[in-house]
């Protein structure tokens, strides 16, 4: 008799959680000489669903009814609810396409799950496990869906995400994703929560006319590279001094610390490219450990800002460069990156990467992300990578979230 013929038992096994619930099961099973074809539990508040497919006893004649007799007998001694379901062979195979869909909720409300759960459905998918990734600063839930391609599930998982106000992302399974070893962010706004020009010109007190450069570039008068001369003429004649005072302003975005030391630990490489500027991108590597850092250069000369940069522009194009440049230094297939950012800047990096992630992003770069990520906790992107917020703790040593 082939295996998918062969009679199988399904025994659930639910109640109040304690030690020894599942050897106890299996002694009980175990003398029936009954083997073992699948196994699944879950503890949720201290309640426990264990469920056992095993094959139907073909030993020493006992029969099916004894088993079932013997397993109620044991689960009511524990205070414990049983039930057998008689059936043939295996689970039925898994549709083709495998993808993991990622739901981050701040609160993730009944109402949003319902939606996710039936958006993928209506692509012909087919959920065949959840679980909790993290409880904070974020609920976050994993789901395994197989049945249906990752591209269409994602386009619909967006849509869906928009109206709902919650932030889903989409990844096709396998080795893969546990195998991306270069994660690249942008800086302002992403890795911090300031915009380092517009710290610099508080301290020249030009704040007005790089808002209004600023302005002009977003209305397409200017480019990024016009207006990146526009504004650092406007530091011009600024003491050196004023480089380590903006250092000292810079706040991380919180969970920049906790991502960046996480994914350290677990062997990833990790830079920033920045169309800021190397005076506070080279302070942030050395401060957080970077692998790669790389950003515009303002020009120093007798102790005074020129109002000019030098080198090589790290504009939008020169971001996707530098991905790839970083890449090929640490060594691993562009597919195998996830690049951050927030802005217009960061498209360019974000569609060349494996993975491209919006962080708080502006419409037009969520809408063309991979995904998007729209609670304030940066660290939060590890929980897309298939990183448990218990993991995280176990790699760092105590709870925290900076």
């Not at 007005?208 to 526009?230: I, K, N, P």
């Not at 940069?309 to 195998?336: M, N």
Request: glycine share 10%; with cysteine; proline share 3%.
């Amino acid at each position: 008799m082939s295996a998918s013929q062969t009679p199988t038992l399904l025994v659930k096994i639910f109640g109040k959680d304690r030690p020894g619930i599942t050897a106890g099961l299996f002694d009980t099973l175990a003398a029936y000489s009954v083997d073992v074809v699948d196994i699944e539990q879950v503890v949720t508040r201290g309640r426990i669903v264990l469920c056992a497919l095993v094959t139907s006893p073909t030993a020493g004649g006992t029969t099916e009814g004894e088993l079932r007799a013997t397993v109620h007998s044991w689960a009511e001694s524990l205070r414990l609810q049983a039930e057998i379901i008689s059936g043939i062979g295996d689970n039925r195979p898994r549709g083709s396409g495998r993808s993991h869909v990622t739901v981050l909720g701040h609160p993730l409300t009944a109402e949003s799950t319902a939606a996710i759960a039936a958006a993928i459905t209506s692509t012909g998918g087919n959920i065949d496990r959840i679980f909790r990734l993290a409880k904070y600063p974020v609920t976050a839930v994993e789901f395994a869906v197989s049945g249906t391609e990752t591209e269409p599930l994602r386009t619909a998982l967006a849509t869906e995400a928009a109206a709902l106000g919650v932030d889903v992302a989409v990844v096709a399974a396998g080795l893969h994703r546990r195998a991306q070893r270069l994660v690249v962010m942008d800086v302002d706004s992403t890795v911090i929560q300031d915009e380092v020009i517009e710290l610099f010109a508080a301290h020249a007190g030009c704040e007005d006319e790089v808002a209004e450069v600023t302005a002009r570039a977003m209305r397409g008068e200017l480019d990024f590279e016009q207006s990146l001369h526009a504004r650092v003429a406007l530091l011009k004649g600024l003491d050196e001094s004023v480089v380590e005072k903006v250092r000292t302003e810079v706040r991380l975005t919180p969970g920049a610390r906790t991502l960046i030391r996480t994914l350290k630990r677990l062997g990833y490489q990790v830079g920033v490219v920045s169309g800021g500027f190397t005076q506070v991108t080279d302070d942030l590597k050395e401060r957080l450990g970077l692998d790669f850092a790389s950003a515009n250069t303002l020009e120093i000369v007798d102790g005074k800002l020129t109002g000019r940069v030098v080198g090589e522009i790290v504009d939008r194009a020169g971001k996707a460069r530098l991905l790839r440049r970083f890449a090929a230094e640490a060594g691993v297939p562009l597919s195998q990156t996830v690049a951050i950012g927030d802005g217009a800047n960061d498209l360019d990096m974000l569609n060349a990467a494996g993975l491209g992630v919006a962080f708080n992003a502006k419409p037009v770069v969520r809408k063309a992300a991979d995904t998007a990520v729209n609670v304030p906790f940066l660290d939060t992107v590890l929980y897309l990578l298939g990183i448990t917020r218990e993991e995280v703790e176990a790699a760092d040593g105590l709870v925290e979230n900076i």
